[in-house]
């Protein structure tokens, strides 16, 4: 059976195409196809049923996933394979603002999603708040656009290039380079890699996803590589905001929408991080998990 479902997003109104299949003698499958804001002609309609018998998606074996959360996900990710990526109207316009927002206030920046809406939308610097904040979300979109613009596969070259872009212009002693001493992380036990070590784990970490990424679901892949990274805390500053554009780039790079950590849910991201430094990348992977399917998939009206 397929029907037509609205769904708000703030202020907007989208449309979705959703076929129920039956998946076990006990269970039925929900795949929606993103229609956009409006509902598009009969023949249209035709046309992506068909798209939906034969491109619906398998799912992806999940080793870490809740059962349910995978499912959701999954009827997240078939829209976006029919299109062949994530439609861009189902993307907030705002998108970049508040994840650069977030971002930032999580690593200590003080603007405001105002402020920093000020900045990167209407080019002002609001008064009374300090040059670096400023430089901070100007890179922030920077560097979004640059690693949403690589369409390679993940390197070191890639990972020093984006670390720059985040803190180009900024009192960062080292931009676009690996660190040349100790640090350490502030409220974590974990103890990062001499920078001597450095090199050869960033080398190991690229060889290790390049295999992984074929075998992962994205969402762990995801995961997996974002505990890695701030695990091996390769550069100087930069490396949480840094970790998320990754893991943004992971994504949409598997056909999956962009996700927003926003630092009200700080302590739990941190929470998750501290059992991924203890081996278990489980609890970040449903973390992610379902930050995305929160800010995207929305119950329709008849379920409100």
């Not at 990710?77 to 603002?97: G, H, L, Q, T, Y």
Request: charged share 25%; proline share 6%; aromatic share 10%.
């Amino acid at each position: 059976m397929a029907f037509i479902e609205k769904q708000k997003h703030g202020a907007h109104t989208y449309y979705y195409l959703v076929k129920s299949f039956r998946v076990s003698p006990t269970k039925v499958k929900k795949v929606r196809i993103f229609l956009g804001p409006i509902v598009p002609p009969r023949e249209k309609l035709q046309e992506l049923l068909v798209e939906i018998e034969k491109k619906a998606p398998k799912p992806y074996s999940a080793e870490h996933l809740e059962v349910d959360l995978a499912e959701q996900l999954e009827d997240l990710r078939a829209s976006a394979v029919i299109f062949k990526s994530f439609p861009e109207d189902a993307i907030p316009k705002d998108f970049v603002i508040r994840f650069t927002y977030n971002s930032n206030a999580i690593e200590g920046n003080p603007l405001t999603l105002r402020e920093t809406a000020l900045v990167l939308a209407d080019k002002i610097a609001p008064q009374g708040t300090g040059t670096d904040s400023v430089i901070e979300a100007i890179n922030g979109k920077d560097a979004w656009d640059f690693a949403q613009a690589n369409r390679g596969q993940l390197s070191e070259a890639f990972v020093k290039k984006l670390q720059y872009h985040v803190t180009k212009n900024t009192a960062c002693r080292i931009q676009g380079e690996y660190r040349d001493s100790q640090v350490g992380i502030t409220g974590s036990e974990w103890r990062p890699p001499s920078p001597l070590h450095v090199p050869k784990q960033m080398k190991g970490m690229c060889a290790e996803y390049s295999k992984k990424r074929k075998k992962l679901h994205p969402i762990e892949l995801a995961a997996w590589l974002h505990n890695r990274f701030v695990q091996i805390h390769p550069f100087t500053d930069g490396n949480g905001r840094t970790a998320r554009l990754i893991l943004n780039w992971i994504l949409i790079k598997n056909r999956f929408p962009p996700v927003i950590i926003y630092v009200k849910n700080k302590q739990e991201y941190y929470s998750a991080i501290g059992a991924g430094d203890a081996g278990d990348n489980k609890p970040f992977a449903n973390f992610l998990g379902r930050q995305l399917v929160g800010q995207y998939t929305l119950r329709s009206e008849t379920e409100r």
